[in-house]
């Protein structure tokens, strides 16, 4: 495996700014003390609790308690391995990355898999756009079908890179052979069919993608993914997916449908104050809302609506309106999503037109422009006033027995919800829309909350019992308290002490069972030797995940202390009492009892308790001043 230079990533974290990189994902906003502030990536939540600092280059969320630098925030967030993520960064800020000697730097063969296959899918990407421009019989049909046939400007075709694949694929994979990808990038890149045990040749690269409209998916940083390819009249009789409007690709390394939304890599900047997310069915209907000038617009990638998803989106903004046709599928579509939108916390609101037997938003902006998107936000409705016509369309000619059916659909919903407060407002829209009293409503609610809340006891008693089957995993104590925990804070802020601490505190006294310890001996020893190499650059310092995000922890604390000399002295006499005290009891519980140990000799365990208590006496004092 190439090993990257410990210089190298010095300069990197030097030349890279962290705030440049955390706000590809996160909206920041300054917080006062030279920090920026913004939603945490890592949980739910609404209120701002994740926290950078530039200057320090660290981050840390005091809500979930994830903290890092500029490497760890690429890691985290894309699933990379160290040497991954340094690369990915090199690449995209220009910064050449360098190996040891010897270790041969990133082959083909020896590079990291997803990064490989993110290049390979950039020239997929390239590759199909070319053949959408060329002046030959492919590139004139699908011009002629996306400028007259779905009427979208050539404009948006160069944006979005849109793509055509002809009958026979285009002549990927040659390209893919010539560009020398991996075999193993080439098997599970998603373009190919290739079975397992048939050697990679050009014949055994069968093109997954033929005679198709090619959309290329981006996750939320910019990236090639996947590809949407869309059936036209030059999709391939032999084709196995010949049926299919759209053919996604399969889930890669780099691709997972449930987790990205299309679009959304150009809508997070959009959104803000009075613009919100505008969720609409697919992927065309995203292209023709930006079109127009809707830049907010995102669609699913061909699949319901998950969780992760929008919890992705909540990211960049709480507020959604939801688009979807209005036939029957596109309905059903908008209740499932609704549920799963409240519980990640996200604002909804659903458009519709007045007057209007069916909406379909590609037809309506196509025919109205943005102009469009004002009259469907006229005629908005509220999550709970759309679930309601959607459950019950004529409550005035339902039956009790309907009613009540509608209102336990309804508080599946509104269970949903994380505020009291919100759940309390939506029961009373429900009790308005169903023509219910409101007593009667919370009543019912009140007693669907405590069969649902013992059933989920149920489920926790019977995993709980399931657990207690199981070994539990060794989980290491965090010791946030420990004198090592202390002291290690006072050398990341005071680096003057690092010395004297060193020269001073016998190894022995520091419990390295735990994170602070490992890292308060590592760091001594360090400062010993004169290798001290600086709060800026510890990465060759530290060897695992939990070393760098305590580390990332205690960057963030700032103690304003008046003596931090002092301050140190008194851990290095807590280590001291901690190490000689159990020895000093273990004296004394010998000579209360003489007969207990006859291989004792009273003597020599007295003058031992004697220098004991004289060296827990004298006071410790620095090797040398701050």
Known sequence: MPVIKPTCIRDLKLRVNIADVVSRTVTLRKAGGGQLKGLCPFHNEKTPSFNVNVDKGYY???????????????????????????EALGKRFGVPIEYEEGSGGPSHEERSLRQEIFDLHDAAAEHFHQAFKARDATGEYFRQLWTEKRKFPME????????????????????????????????????????????????????????????????????????????????????????????????TPIFTKGNLLFNLDRARTAVGEGKPFVLVEGQLDALRCWSVGL??????????????????????????????????????????????????????????????????????????????????????QSAMAFACRATLPDPMAASAEQKSRAAQAMFEIVAQAESEMTRSQFLG??????????????????????????QAAARADA???????????????????????????????????????????????????????????????????????????????????????????????????DDPVKVAQEGLRQLRARSLEPRLREIELALANPHADSESDPISLLKEHSELQRQLRTPLVLAAAV
């Open 156 to 251: 948006l075709a160069d944006e979005f890179k849109i793509g055509a694949a002809d009958e026979t694929g285009s002549g990927l994979g040659a390209l893919m052979l010539r560009r020398k990808f991996s075999e193993e990038a080439l098997r599970r890149c998603g373009l190919f069919f290739i079975y397992e045990d048939t050697a990679l040749t050009l014949h055994s690269l069968r093109p997954r993608f033929r005679g198709r409209l090619m959309i290329p998916i981006r996750d939320h940083q910019g990236r090639v993914v996947a590809f949407t390819a869309r059936q036209t009249e030059r999709t391939p009789e032999d084709d196995p997916a010949r049926e299919a409007k759209y053919v996604n690709s399969p889930e």
């Open 295 to 380: 830049k907010t617009a995102i669609a699913p990638q061909g699949t319901s609506i998950t969780e992760g998803q929008l919890v992705l989106l909540r990211r960049y903004h709480a507020q959604v309106e939801c688009f979807f046709d209005s036939d029957s599928a596109g309905q059903k579509a908008a209740l499932r999503f609704l549920p799963l939108a409240l519980k990640a916390g996200l604002e909804v609101r659903f458009l519709t037109l007045a007057g209007a037997e069916k909406l379909d938003p590609d037809l309506l902006f196509l025919e109205r422009g943005l102009a469009g998107y004002d009259e469907v936000r006229r005629g908005a």
């Open 463 to 561: 995993a709980e019992a399931n657990a207690a089957h199981s070994p539990a995993p060794a989980v290491s104590a965090p010791a946030a308290h420990t004198p090592e925990r202390h002291l290690l804070l006072l050398v990341l802020h005071y680096e003057a002490l690092g010395r004297p601490l060193g020269t001073t505190l016998p190894h022995d006294w520091i419990d390295t069972g735990h994170t602070a310890g490992v890292l308060l001996n590592r760091f001594l020893g360090e400062f010993e030797q004169d290798a001290w190499p600086g709060t800026q650059h510890l990465d060759p310092l530290l060897e695992t995940p939990e070393e760098r995000a305590l580390v990332a922890h205690l960057m963030f604390e700032s103690p304003a202390l």
């Open 60 to 86: 840390k969320c005091f809500g979930c308690g994830k903290a890092g630098d500029t490497i760890t925030f690429v890691r985290e967030t894309e699933q990379l391995t160290f040497t991954e993520a340094v």
């Open 429 to 454: 829209e429900v009790s308005s829309h169903l023509r219910l009293p409101l007593a009667a409503m919370q009543k019912d609610f009140q007693t669907f909350a405590q069969r649902q809340g013992r």
